[in-house]
């Protein structure tokens, strides 16, 4: 695939260009280029979790409506159906906006597009306690894994989650992959779940100062 080739040929020089240009490590070239990655996609994602929060809201609040259905067409699925996503178009729910799905493609895109060019790169440096980016490294994959867990419960609702499962899947994924890659990758990871957290961050702020505003609960 051409394209793709060219962008993960972007990624690799320009995570060169900072290390070579800037006289930084090849590491901090690689935190440099994941911060600035991220916070240009930060508009769409940080408002694509907004909207998910107002849609997770919105479904809560029509609940008792949709349990009244089920009762009333527990025999008719087709209308059940049909009268579901009436309630859920009348209340502005959308599971799929567009929002959403460039958000999705984004992220993807990048991340799949970071991650080939990681693993195709040769690297030779070193970062705080790791001896070479190049090869896994243990602690660092625990400190993504945690990351990991920090940012999923972090999200507004997430305490409202009674399976903690939902949590350390993830959590304990990240770990199982980052051990049998470069600690490079493991850098970007690290660096990425640190941006998800402060964007998190911010969501709940803002969540916060509409839950102030007069004529709120």
């Keep these: 695939m051409e394209i793709w080739d060219i962008w993960t040929s972007f990624i690799a020089s320009g995570i060169d260009f900072l290390s070579m240009y800037f006289g930084v490590s090849e590491a901090l070239a690689i935190i440099i280029f994941t911060l600035l990655a991220r916070i240009m996609l930060m508009p769409i994602s940080l408002k694509s979790a907004y909207i998910m929060h107002k849609n997770k809201l919105a479904i809560e609040r029509v609940k008792p409506e949709i349990e009244?259905?089920?009762?009333?067409?527990?025999?008719?699925?087709?209308?059940?159906?049909?009268?579901?996503?009436?309630?859920?178009?009348?209340?502005?729910?959308?599971f799929l906006d567009k929002t959403s799905v460039i958000n999705i493609g984004s992220q993807g895109i990048l991340g799949l597009g970071i991650f080939q060019a990681l693993r195709d790169m040769v690297f030779s440096s070193k970062f705080m306690w790791i001896a070479d980016i190049a090869k896994p490294d243990v602690i660092l994959a625990i400190i993504v894994g945690v990351f990991t867990l920090i940012s999923m419960q972090m999200m507004p609702g997430a305490v409202e989650q009674q399976n903690l499962l939902i949590f350390l899947i993830p959590a304990i994924v990240s770990m199982f992959v980052l051990v049998s890659f470069p600690s490079a990758l493991g850098l970007y990871w690290a660096t990425s779940n640190?941006?998800?957290?402060?964007?998190?961050?911010?969501?709940?702020?803002?969540?916060?100062?509409?839950?102030?505003?007069?004529?709120?609960?």
Excluded: C
């Design 68 to 94: 009244r259905l089920r009762d009333i067409y527990s025999e008719r699925p087709g209308e059940l159906a049909k009268r579901t996503m009436a309630i859920y178009k009348e209340h502005g729910i959308k």
């Design 194 to 217: 640190i941006v998800t957290i402060l964007q998190t961050l911010a969501l709940r702020l803002i969540i916060l100062k509409e839950n102030q505003m007069p004529g709120r609960a």
